[in-house]
């Protein structure tokens, strides 16, 4: 992001949930590192907001995880460990899955066309290589399944664990040859749910978060592991 970027307009009503959104970006674009310190006068300036709007938003994101608090140092971008990564993707696949199974029994033929719609979308961000797209369109795909899920107790789970995952979005999308394969397996997912596959929905949903597991355990151990040469 571009630090212009930051900037939001000044309405009362939606400002704080712009700061959140601007800050949520920022850090699923990598612009704030986990385990950085962020300082709440210079978001001020950066945001082109007060010091309210910012401290609501800290605090909103420190509930979501994405921030900790740190006694006598301040809010950080949380770091996440190898092994809750791995939790989050096991529970994360059960509830897609379960989502997956539901949408190709109950969901209606509105809600499959903006599935199949937000994976053509996806594919163009992807063909276009536009990170704020793709995290923007990837985003709208799991608010369609969840939608279509019709399980509201399953979303507001899944929407806890997606905004935790914020942290390993890009890491996973960036590592070659993923992009391709993630928008195979959301065709998949769209195709069996399209055909009242609910089987097939629910495999192709855990496949899906499978294999960004792998991607991103794998990356992971990469970062963690000291460079000798």
């Not at 612009?31 to 978001?43: A, N, T």
């Not at 797209?133 to 997606?162: A, P």
């Not at 949903?205 to 794998?218: G, P, S, T």
Request: glycine share 6%; hydrophobic share 40%; charged share 30%.
């Amino acid at each position: 992001m571009l630090e212009h970027e930051f900037q939001v307009p000044r309405q009362a009503a939606t400002l704080r949930l712009m700061v959140e959104q601007n800050l949520r970006k920022a850090i699923a674009y990598g612009h704030f590192k986990p385990g950085q310190k962020l300082v709440e006068r210079e978001l001020c300036e950066l945001i082109g907001v007060g010091r309210t709007s910012v401290r609501e938003a800290l605090r909103q994101l420190e509930a979501e995880g994405l921030i900790t608090n740190l006694p006598h140092r301040g809010p950080i971008v949380s770091k996440i460990s190898l092994d809750e990564v791995r939790q989050l993707y096991v529970i994360r696949a059960m509830l897609e899955g379960f989502c997956g199974r539901e949408f190709a029994t109950h969901g209606t033929p509105e809600d499959i066309a903006k599935l199949v719609q937000a994976v053509d979308a996806f594919e163009a961000a992807a063909d276009a290589a536009d990170q704020e797209k793709l995290i923007e369109t990837k985003t709208h795909f799991y608010d369609c399944l969840m939608r279509g899920g019709q399980n509201i107790y399953v979303t507001q789970m899944l929407t806890s664990l997606h905004n935790r995952i914020t942290l390993l979005r890009m890491t996973s999308m960036n590592q070659p040859g993923r992009l391709k394969e993630s928008v195979r397996e959301l065709r998949e997912i769209a195709k069996a749910i399209s055909e009242g596959d609910c089987d097939e929905a629910e495999a192709a949903c855990k496949r899906h978060i499978e294999n960004a597991a792998i991607v991103a355990e794998a990356r992971m151990k990469e970062l963690e592991t000291p460079d000798h040469s």
